[in-house]
């Protein structure tokens, strides 16, 4: 048994709030972006919050220093387009091993970091493998149904590159997330697979689907029972759903999972749903509110925050979720 899952069977674990968010609070300019290494580069890179993984190391490995000292157990790496595909749209493709290793290896020094202050509490590093922005399910182009702007295979070979380099830079865990399209995620596991076979590894693996709006479906038109099903066919630490929805709107579908699954459940909602600026206004206090029906309800054994969530957040979920028992993984539970 590894210490991850260990910890799991002992308490309801707190993963990291949003990157992104924190990222914007510094207002890096495309300067800060390329640093001194790319400041010649011939294309734009400001918005390539990978690349800070680089040009900004500080930075990264100080938001996820803040994220454990508000209580997270488990923090993420900046490797959320970190394939071959995400970094096509800034003409860096040949830097995906290093973004990827180099990711994980600052959030690995901040983990032992504070594994260090108290050994009692373990800290965990999560290698992020984010959805592309290509969809395998789904064409594109109105006018030809049956196009697919990636195979199946392009995907595999993108993803097993990444995950490659997140675990040799020291992750724990790898986490699909933000799924939008099934077959994607069943490509970024395949590679997951035979990279642990290749190694012989027993890694866990987090899987994180996204219910996209009030049908309560995936982008590629699952329902979360089907979604279940898709992925069931890999051992599991947990599967779950983050991104789109706040942590009301996405409730009843935890409630869906939990019915159907022994498996351990993850959330990561955003704080509410963005204003008409795309901003997300709701404060930790009304999101640890509604994280504790969740508690209250069974539903969780992980729980962080999406987009718009703060360290701020993270330690009222974390001060909450201290005073309950994990879910017992039991189908129905």
Known sequence: MTKIQQAISKRILVLDGAMGTMLQRYNFTEEDYRGERFKDFPHPLKGNNDLLTLTQPE???????????????????????GTTIGM????????VYELNYESAKLAREAADEFTALNPEKPRFVAGSIGPTNRTASL??????????????????????????????GGSDILLVETIFDTLNAKAALYAIEEVKEERKLDTPVMVSGTIT???????????????????????????GFNCAL???????????????????????????????????????EEMQQLIKDYLDENLINI???????????????????????????????
């Open 59 to 81: 930075a990264i490995k100080d938001v996820h220093r803040q994220y454990f000292a508000a209580g997270a157990d488990i923090v993420e790496t900046n490797t959320f387009s």
């Open 88 to 95: 096509a749209d800034y003409h860096m493709e040949d830097l």
């Open 139 to 168: 064409s594109p182009d109105v006018n030809d149904p049956g196009f697919r702007a990636i195979t199946f295979d392009e995907l595999r070979i993108a993803y097993k590159e990444q995950v490659e380099a997140l675990l040799d």
């Open 213 to 239: 709006d009030a049908s309560g479906r995936t982008l590629s038109g699952q329902t979360v029972e089907a979604f279940l099903i898709s992925i069931s066919h890999i051992p599991l630490l947990s599967v």
């Open 246 to 284: 706040g942590a009301d709107q996405l409730r009843p579908y935890l409630k869906r999972l939990a019915h159907n699954t022994a498996l351990n459940i993850s959330a990561h909602p955003n704080a509410g749903l963005p204003n008409a600026f795309g901003q997300y206004d709701q404060t930790p």
């Open 303 to 333: 729980i962080g925050g999406c987009c718009g969530t703060t360290p701020e957040h993270i330690k009222l979920i974390a001060e909450v979720a201290e005073m309950y028992e994990p879910r017992s993984l039991v189908v129905g539970s």
